[in-house]
């Protein structure tokens, strides 16, 4: 059965028209992803097609890191919406590296993790990532340097210190997701974090913190009293 058009829908019920009177806020993750798809197809409403979308994938993360590929061939899309979307996730982390920056100096794991969470916890693969540090702690730059398969990735803590000299960094936080989701460190992590330490001490760069990140949390190796 053909939806009705969304052009005759109610004023108030309208994607566009809701967010322009109510806020983004109000508005669900289908409605949203209508906004961004702005028209249907034959038979649907772009509505009726974000729906389709979120129960194909089981949500909007999961919407957003759909491969390329796979979501361009899904109906009402095509390759033009499917790189879109790939932009609105790419501005959405490049936003929060910009806000992290702004904000002052890092004073917790915490304000690192927010961002670390967000670039790495949907990453297929083991990824090995720095934040970069002035002498006050302002963030200078955000960097992933060693890359592994789903269940490590080889980092080399030589390379890390000539990383944070070559960025001109006074202090560092580091990072890796675990695919699997689960934050808790391995004693592999472990041995990684004070070997890093070393590395680093040895040209004057401090480390701050080694943050494992899973699916939304995250371990402190500074709160676990490494350093």
């Known amino acids: 059965m053909a939806s009705t058009p969304i052009t005759q829908w109610p004023t108030g019920e309208r994607p566009r028209e809701k967010l322009a009177q109510s806020g983004a806020a109000s508005l669900s993750d289908a409605e949203l992803l209508a906004i961004f798809l702005r028209t249907g197809i034959k038979g649907k409403s772009a509505v009726d097609i974000a729906r389709d979308l979120l129960n194909e994938y089981g949500g909007l993360r999961q919407v957003l890191n759909a491969e390329p590929g796979t979501l361009a061939s899904m109906p009402g899309l095509g390759p033009a919406k499917s790189a879109q979307l790939q932009a609105v996730l790419e501005l959405g982390k490049r936003y929060l590296e ?17 961002f670390l969470i967000y670039q790495l916890r949907d990453q297929p693969r083991e990824v090995f990532a720095i934040v970069y540090l002035d002498n006050r702690h302002h963030v200078l730059r955000y960097d992933e340097l060693f890359y592994g398969t789903l269940n490590g990735a080889t980092v080399h803590p030589r390379e ?18 675990h695919p699997s989701g689960i934050a808790e460190p391995s004693q592999a992590d472990t041995t990684l974090t004070v070997k890093l330490k070393e590395a680093l001490n040895l040209v004057e760069v401090r480390l701050l913190d080694h943050l494992v990140i899973g699916d939304g949390e995250f371990v402190s190796m500074s709160d676990r009293g490494l350093f």
Do not use: D, M, W
């Open 98 to 114: 910009q806000k992290l920056k702004r904000e002052g100096p890092l004073t917790s794991p915490a304000q690192a993790a927010e």
């Open 160 to 177: 890390v210190a000539k990383s944070a000299l070559r960025h001109n960094a006074a202090a560092v936080i580091v990072a890796h997701n």
